[in-house]
C-alpha cells in the first residue's frame, strides 16, 4: 500500500496538518521541534512517501518547477552548479527546467519567454546582459521571482549568489608574486560583465600593492572560450617582456592556453607557470596538474536555490546578495622563481 500523509499520520500519532507542514518546508513557520521534524522525514524516506505534485500544483496554484537558464551548459563548471541545484531543488521536491542560452542575449530573452509561458514558479538565472534594463522590463512583466546566480548586475533589484571574483583574483596574482613572479599576463572574458571587471581589478590592484608596474600589453582577451585563450597566449608569448606566468579567467580560457603550450612545445611550468579560474575534475590528471582558484559552485547553487525558494514562499531575505570566497588549489603548474 502507497505510503500517504494519513497512514504516516496514524503510524507516528502525529496530526496530518503537522506531517504536512514538515514535509513541505513549514516546520519553523509553526514552530514544530526539531525533533518530530527528524521523526517525521526520517519515517517518510522509510517508507517511500513521495507526495501527489499534480493535485499541490493544482491545490496551490503552482508547478513546483524552477527555470534555470544558464551560458553553457557544456562547462563543467556550470554543469556542476546545475546539478547541486538540481539536488536542492529535488530535496524540496522541486523539478528544474533546464535551458542554456549559449551567451546569446537573444536565445536568454527567448528562453525567459518560454518559462514564464511554462508558468515556472521562479528562475535562476545566469545572465549574459551587460545592463539591467532589459531584465527589469522583463521581470517586471512576468511577476516571477528571479535570482541571479555566479554573473550578476547593478543597479537591478534582483538578489544575487556569486563569487568573491575581486578577492579570488587578487589572492592568485599575490600567490603568484610571492613565488617570484613579476611579469604577469592576464586572458580575460568578456570585459563588460561585472565579473570580469572585478577580476581585472583584483589583479591590477595586487600589482600595484606589491609595486610591480601594470602593463596593459599582457592583458588581453574578451570572451570565455577556448579560442580566446589560445589567440591571447600566442600574442602574449610574442611581447618583448614575456610574462612567466599566466592567469586565466576561466577554465574554457586555459584550455586554449594549454593547447597553444603545446604547439609551441613549451616546457610547463619552467617556461611558464599557469593559474586558472574554475576547478575540474581534470586538473590534477594533466600534466604538470593545473594550479586552480576553486570556485565553490556547489555552494553556490545550493544557495541560489533557497533563495529562489525563499521568494517563492514570500521569504525574503534581510540581504538577498551573496559573495563566496575562493580558494586556491596548488599544484604542479606554477614554478617557483625565488
Same mark, same amino acid.
Given at each position: 500500500?502507497?505510503?500517504?500523509?494519513?497512514?504516516?499520520?496514524?503510524?507516528?500519532?502525529?496530526?496530518?496538518?503537522?506531517?504536512?507542514?514538515?514535509?513541505?518546508?513549514?516546520?519553523?513557520?509553526?514552530?514544530?521541534?526539531?525533533?518530530?521534524?527528524?521523526?517525521?522525514?526520517?519515517?517518510?524516506?522509510?517508507?517511500?512517501?513521495?507526495?501527489?505534485?499534480?493535485?499541490?500544483?493544482?491545490?496551490?496554484?503552482?508547478?513546483?518547477?524552477?527555470?534555470?537558464?544558464?551560458?553553457?551548459?557544456?562547462?563543467?563548471?556550470?554543469?556542476?552548479?546545475?546539478?547541486? +541545484?538540481?539536488?536542492?531543488?529535488?530535496?524540496?521536491?522541486?523539478?528544474?527546467?533546464?535551458?542554456?542560452?549559449?551567451?546569446?542575449?537573444?536565445?536568454?530573452?527567448?528562453?525567459?519567454?518560454?518559462?514564464?509561458?511554462?508558468?515556472?514558479?521562479?528562475?535562476?538565472?545566469?545572465?549574459?546582459?551587460?545592463?539591467?534594463?532589459?531584465?527589469?522590463?522583463?521581470?517586471?512583466?512576468?511577476?516571477?521571482?528571479?535570482?541571479?546566480?555566479?554573473?550578476?548586475?547593478?543597479? +537591478?533589484?534582483?538578489?544575487?549568489?556569486?563569487? #568573491? #571574483?575581486?578577492?579570488?583574483?587578487?589572492?592568485?596574482?599575490?600567490?603568484? +608574486?610571492?613565488? @617570484?613572479?613579476?611579469?604577469?599576463?592576464?586572458?580575460?572574458?568578456?570585459?563588460?560583465?561585472?565579473?570580469?571587471?572585478?577580476?581585472?581589478?583584483?589583479?591590477?590592484?595586487?600589482?600595484?600593492?606589491?609595486?610591480?608596474?601594470?602593463?596593459?600589453?599582457?592583458?588581453? @582577451?574578451?570572451?570565455? #572560450?577556448?579560442?580566446?585563450?589560445?589567440?591571447?597566449?600566442?600574442?602574449?608569448?610574442?611581447?618583448?617582456?614575456?610574462?612567466?606566468?599566466?592567469?586565466?579567467?576561466?577554465?574554457?580560457?586555459?584550455?586554449?592556453?594549454?593547447?597553444?603550450?603545446? /604547439?609551441?612545445?613549451?616546457?610547463?611550468?619552467?617556461?611558464?607557470?599557469?593559474?586558472?579560474?574554475?576547478?575540474?575534475?581534470?586538473? /590534477?590528471?594533466?600534466?604538470?596538474?593545473?594550479?586552480? +582558484?576553486?570556485?565553490? #559552485?556547489?555552494?553556490?547553487?545550493?544557495?541560489?536555490?533557497?533563495?529562489?525558494?525563499?521568494?517563492?514562499?514570500?521569504?525574503?531575505?534581510?540581504?538577498?546578495?551573496?559573495?563566496?570566497?575562493?580558494?586556491?588549489?596548488?599544484? @604542479?603548474?606554477?614554478?617557483?622563481?625565488?
Amino acid at each position: 500500500m502507497k505510503a500517504s500523509l494519513k497512514s504516516i499520520a496514524k503510524d507516528l500519532n502525529i496530526s496530518p496538518g503537522t506531517i504536512s507542514r514538515v514535509l513541505n518546508g513549514k516546520a519553523k513557520e509553526y514552530r514544530i521541534s526539531e525533533a518530530t521534524v527528524k521523526r517525521v522525514k526520517a519515517y517518510a524516506q522509510k517508507v517511500g512517501y513521495t507526495p501527489n505534485l499534480v493535485a499541490k500544483s493544482l491545490q496551490a496554484s503552482k508547478s513546483f518547477t524552477i527555470g534555470l537558464i544558464l551560458p553553457d551548459i557544456s562547462n563543467p563548471f556550470f554543469s556542476t552548479m546545475a546539478k547541486h +541545484i538540481e539536488q536542492q531543488a529535488s530535496a524540496m521536491h522541486y523539478s528544474i527546467l533546464l535551458m542554456d542560452s549559449d551567451e546569446q542575449l537573444e536565445k536568454e530573452t527567448k528562453a525567459l519567454q518560454q518559462l514564464y509561458s511554462r508558468k515556472v514558479d521562479g528562475i535562476i538565472l545566469c545572465p549574459v546582459g551587460f545592463e539591467g534594463s532589459h531584465y527589469k522590463e522583463q521581470f517586471k512583466d512576468m511577476g516571477i521571482p528571479v535570482v541571479f546566480v555566479d554573473r550578476y548586475l547593478k543597479g +537591478i533589484d534582483v538578489p544575487f549568489v556569486s563569487s #568573491n #571574483n575581486y578577492k579570488g583574483a587578487y589572492d592568485a596574482v599575490e600567490f603568484l +608574486i610571492q613565488k @617570484g613572479h613579476k611579469t604577469i599576463g592576464l586572458i580575460q572574458g568578456d570585459q563588460k560583465l561585472l565579473t570580469v571587471n572585478e577580476r581585472e581589478k583584483g589583479f591590477k590592484e595586487a600589482l600595484q600593492d606589491y609595486n610591480i608596474s601594470f602593463n596593459a600589453n599582457l592583458l588581453l @582577451g574578451n570572451g570565455f #572560450n577556448e579560442e580566446n585563450g589560445y589567440v591571447s597566449m600566442l600574442q602574449l608569448l610574442k611581447e618583448k617582456n614575456k610574462p612567466t606566468a599566466i592567469l586565466c579567467m576561466s577554465n574554457q580560457i586555459c584550455m586554449g592556453v594549454l593547447k597553444a603550450a603545446k /604547439e609551441l612545445q613549451l616546457n610547463l611550468p619552467q617556461d611558464l607557470s599557469i593559474i586558472s579560474f574554475d576547478e575540474n575534475p581534470y586538473a /590534477e590528471y594533466i600534466t604538470p596538474s593545473l594550479t586552480t +582558484i576553486k570556485q565553490h #559552485n556547489d555552494k553556490m547553487g545550493a544557495k541560489a536555490f533557497n533563495l529562489i525558494y525563499d521568494l517563492i514562499q514570500d521569504q525574503k531575505s534581510e540581504d538577498p546578495s551573496f559573495l563566496i570566497d575562493t580558494e586556491i588549489i596548488e599544484r @604542479g603548474s606554477i614554478f617557483d622563481l625565488l
